[in-house]
Nanobody, 119 residues
Framework: VQLQASGGGLVQPGGSLRLSCAASGFTLDYYAIAWFRQAPGKEREWVSCISNSDGSPYYADSVKGRFTISRDNAKNTGYLQMDSLKPEDTAVYYC?????????????WGKGTQVTVSS
């Protein structure tokens, strides 16, 4: 059972990245997919979540209007499209699976992927 986040990298301010969260060993259909991030010296921050029931997305105010969460159940994968990136978006990004958005506990965590926004 594994979640693997990928797609991070170095991007200039204003640029875009798409993160992927691939599940193996279990069916992601039954879970909401959440994204978190942790910047150096800061606590982990919830970024976004997409429902497993109706696909409703939820966003932190800091990313609303710039990030788009989605999922492809056929590929057992979730995505986080990040546009208009800012230096303050620099962090390690983690994906997680949970029973539904709003729960504080995650059932599965993926290893993080580094996102660096810098000129």
């Amino acid at each position: 059972v594994q979640l693997q986040a990928s797609g991070g990298g170095l991007v200039q301010p204003g640029g875009s990245l798409r993160l992927s969260c691939a599940a193996s060993g279990f069916t992601l259909d039954y879970y909401a997919i959440a994204w978190f991030r942790q910047a150096p010296g800061k606590e982990r921050e919830w970024v976004s979540c997409i429902s497993n029931s109706d696909g409703s997305p939820y966003y932190a105010d800091s990313v609303k209007g710039r990030f788009t969460i989605s999922r492809d159940n056929a590929k057992n994968t979730g995505y986080l499209q990040m546009d208009s990136l800012k230096p303050e978006d620099t962090a390690v990004y983690y994906c997680a699976a949970t029973g539904h958005c709003g729960l504080s506990g995650m059932d599965y965590w993926g290893k993080g992927t580094q996102v660096t926004v810098s000129s």
